[in-house]
């Protein structure tokens, strides 16, 4: 048999010895190389936009120009807070930018380049346009390019065009960057690189307007959108009354009060606002992000880590996400089902031992060398002398190899013993391993040498069944533990694959997957679901019924993945996707979360919101922990924060009503929020939480805060009111409030932060003695204008704080019955 390459002479004019030293360096300077940095976070400058320029900053800011300008700079202490916060949020999110950029620059990839007729390999970056590549198989196209020589080229493009067959490409035929080189070799020149590679431009494109769906920001805004609409009127309304206070405001203008009401003003305004609510919910993200770049899985949107949390339906790829893609020898039998003899096993040997050769080559040579019984009979396999070998090509499913005047084939069953006599027993142990998810590759041999065709080798003849080979893809090591995992958690998980529905079912249930109710998970021909033309047509709810008790669906194409992803959003299901092609862009882009693997292509990382860097399936649990922790620690500072807003909006209302003097001060109102809001919040933020995401964030919030911040309210206001009823100094009125509402925070910080046990108590009882300590102290005390309570203002403090938390630990025992409440009414979720 005398081997017939495939090659296709380059024109006469044609020159493959590649660019100069001095070319290369012209494209360099002009900037025509393939590097090319895929945008994995927001700049440094607009995070730092991000967390400066918005409206309540605006509103903040100009409170404190105007008590800069007006009043005393010791009323200005909000402004720390505001820089703090602000700083706080900038810091950790460049921080998580910094390392998850860090994260994503993986050790590059060789691209085998020819310069100056010298073949060099060098970082695939660093490929110029017009460079002249060897493509070599197993490996990925560096860059588009055009074909100058072709040596039995085959390559897979279902990366970008979902087709499983690969292609054959011929002289002057386009091969596209990120597809794979399966079989053969050739000489390409680069016509595109860097940005202007197709699959990069594909990227581009799949990302434009993504924007991942963040319940905690959606409630977050929400709130914040109400309050600014109230922010404003409200504290013009309170300077006007703290204006009629002091004698009306022709008086106040010609007396200097004025300046008073102005103060008063922005004292309401600093209360209403909760300024670090937004700015502590992006630290908690950013946390998590550095929390899982550790774990090597590279978060693009920050509010992603919250969204897995939320996930109930996970759909997976087959390969690559619950398999490694990579294929095992399982074992070699006689056709009859008997041991195999030297001889198959030596010819076995021979043919994985090729220059370029295929995935099954490859597992059959590992499964040989794992056999130490084999050693010998693998050696002198290698050591013989080969007259002729045909590689392996997708179009012909087999290859072959020659020597001691014996021709050996190994390929698909169903074509190398097609016209064997003798071969049904044989082809039905095939079909029955095919049930089980196995593939199965037959050897044959005969006496003859391999024919010629018109384009291609022909099957000697004459062939008799020599063997079965068994192989089996190759299930992660982690994969059953973790699907264990998400089955506990009620997360249901469906199989998608373009391969057989029942040999996905198999590797399915070899990995652990299960039916919604348990049992053996149900497989679904993907071919045989409705097509969906209109998202909101009757196809698509079909489709979705379809879909719902359907585990493992075979046959998908690229197309399908898509109408999935929507069919199953549409019946309020949060999706998560994982993919790792091109064709699955889009998909990932529709689902609540995608996921990409670390070795996917360019478009779906760029469109993902998480990459798996090292495709370890068991990196999902930790950032569905991650997610939890974000969500429940958030869940506890926003009840803290809109808390506060509703007291200071309750006592901002009733003072500009009545024209009462407002009881605090800019600076009693900071040292108040410190103490009960913005440090335990931080640290709270960023406390381990285990919980489990419960849907309703916003709601179960507000149950929280409103009645609580009412009764916060009503307490400062009852404090006030009873000690100008008594006679007491106005310093002594303002220390009282100013204690009771420290009291009622506080004990609203219990609520928040229980169980009480451990740091936890340890964080309320530090924030309590550095209250009291600024009232024993008479340096700080003078300097927040408070003074030491007389023994009246003492008994009327205790017996309203008394009140005050006994009502908030009334408002936390009856909280389950209001939500249940608004949740028969459809209020709450």
Not at 384 to 400: D, G, I, L, N, Y
Request: glycine share 8%; net charge neutral.
């Amino acid at each position: 048999m005398t081997r017939t390459p495939t090659t296709t002479a380059p024109a006469e004019t044609l020159d493959t010895s590649g660019l100069t030293a001095g070319e290369v360096a012209e494209r360099v300077r002009a900037g025509k190389t393939n590097a090319y940095r895929d945008t994995t976070s927001r700049s440094a400058a607009a995070i730092l936009r991000a967390n400066v320029f918005t409206v309540f900053n605006a509103i903040l800011g100009a409170a404190l120009v105007l008590i800069l300008l007006f009043g005393s700079w010791k009323d200005a202490l909000f402004g720390f807070v505001l820089l703090l916060n602000t700083a706080t949020g900038t810091i950790a999110e460049v921080r998580a930018k910094r390392a998850l950029d860090r994260l994503s620059v993986l050790d590059a990839p060789r691209a085998h380049v020819l310069r100056d007729g010298v073949e060099q390999d060098v970082d695939v970056a660093a490929v110029v346009l017009d460079d002249v590549l060897r493509l070599r198989g197993g490996e990925q196209v560096p860059a588009d390019a055009v074909v100058l020589t072709s040596d039995n080229l085959e390559v897979d493009e279902s990366i970008l065009t979902g087709e499983s067959d690969p292609v054959r490409p011929d002289t002057d035929d386009r091969v596209m960057s990120g597809t794979t080189v399966t079989a053969g070799t050739a000489l390409v020149r680069a016509t595109a690189v860097g940005a202007d590679a197709y699959a990069r431009r594909l990227a581009r494109e799949a990302r434009r307007y993504s924007v991942v769906t963040s319940e905690l920001q959606e409630g977050t805004n929400r709130v914040l959108r109400w309050i600014s609409w109230v922010i404003v009127p409200v504290a013009l309304l309170l300077v006007w009354s703290q204006l009629r206070q002091n004698g009306g405001v022709a008086q106040a203008l010609t007396s200097g009060q004025w300046r008073v009401a102005l103060v008063a003003g922005i004292a309401g305004v600093i209360g209403m606002v909760p300024q670090g609510l937004v700015l502590l919910t992006s630290v908690n993200f950013a946390t998590a992000s550095l929390a899982l770049a550790r774990r090597n899985v590279l978060v693009q949107e920050l509010p992603a880590v919250e969204v897995l949390a939320r996930v109930d339906t996970l759909c997976l790829d087959k390969t690559g996400t619950i398999t490694t893609g990579a294929i095992r020898l399982e074992e070699v039998t006689a056709p009859d089902g008997a041991a195999p003899v030297r001889e198959v096993l030596e010819a076995l040997a021979a043919l994985s031992d090729g220059e370029d050769p295929n995935a099954t080559a490859v597992a059959i040579a590992r499964g040989l060398a794992d056999q130490r019984y084999l050693g010998e009979q693998a050696a002198a396999a290698g050591a013989r002398a080969v007259q002729a070998a045909v590689p392996f090509s997708s179009r012909r499913k087999w290859s072959a190899v020659r020597y001691d005047d014996v021709t050996w084939v190994l390929g698909a069953p169903e074509i190398v013993l097609a016209r064997t006599p003798g071969a049904e027993a044989a082809l039905a142990r095939v079909r029955e391993r095919a049930v089980d998810g196995a593939r199965v590759v037959a050897l044959a041999r005969s006496g003859e040498s391999c024919g010629t065709g018109a384009d291609d080798h022909l099957l000697p003849g004459g062939l008799e069944p020599a063997a079965l080979v068994v192989l089996a893809e190759e299930i992660r090591p982690d994969a059953p533990q973790t699907l264990d995992y998400f089955r506990q958690q009620g997360v249901e998980v469906k199989v998608i694959s373009g391969d057989n529905p029942d040999t996905v079912a198999a590797v399915a249930r070899r990995a652990g997957v299960t039916g919604p109710d348990g049992g053996e998970p149900v497989a679904v021909d993907a071919r045989t679901l409705p097509q969906e033309a209109d998202p909101e047509g009757p196809e698509a709810a079909r489709l979705a019924d379809a879909l719902e008790g359907a585990s493992v669906l075979g046959r998908v194409t690229p197309e399908q993945k898509r109408a999935f992803v929507r069919a199953l959003r549409s019946r309020g299901r949060v999706v998560a996707m994982t993919g790792d092609g091109v064709n699955d862009a889009l998909a990932l882009k529709d689902a609540d979360l995608g996921i990409a693997m670390g070795n996917g292509a360019p478009a779906t990382k760029a469109v993902a919101r998480l990459v798996l860097l090292k495709g370890e399936f068991s990196a999902l649990p930790g950032v569905v922990a991650q997610g939890r922790r974000v969500m429940a620690n958030t869940e506890r500072i926003a009840s803290l924060f809109l808390a506060k807003t509703v007291y200071a909006s309750l006592i901002a209302v009733v003072v500009s009503l009545t024209a009462i003097a407002y009881p605090f001060l800019p600076r009693q109102l900071t040292i108040v929020s410190s103490l009960t809001i913005g440090i335990p919040a931080f640290i709270l933020a960023l406390a381990p939480n285990s919980r489990r995401y419960r849907a309703g964030f916003l709601g179960r919030v507000l149950t929280l805060a409103v009645p609580a911040g009412l009764v916060a309210g009503c307490a400062t206001l009852a404090v006030r009111t009873w000690l100008v009823a008594v006679g007491v100094s106005s310093e002594q009125v303002t220390t009282g409030a100013t204690l009771v509402l420290v009291c009622s925070g506080l004990w609203l910080l219990t609520l928040t932060a229980r169980p009480l046990l451990g740091w936890r108590l340890g964080l309320v009882a530090a924030m309590a003695g550095i209250a009291v300590l600024g009232v024993f102290v008479p340096v700080v005390r003078a300097f927040f204008l408070l003074a030491w309570p007389t023994a009246t203002t003492w008994w009327i403090i205790l017996a309203v704080s008394a009140a005050a938390v006994a009502g908030i630990e009334a408002v936390y025992l009856l909280r389950p019955r209001l939500v249940a409440y608004l949740h028969a009414r459809g209020l709450v979720n």
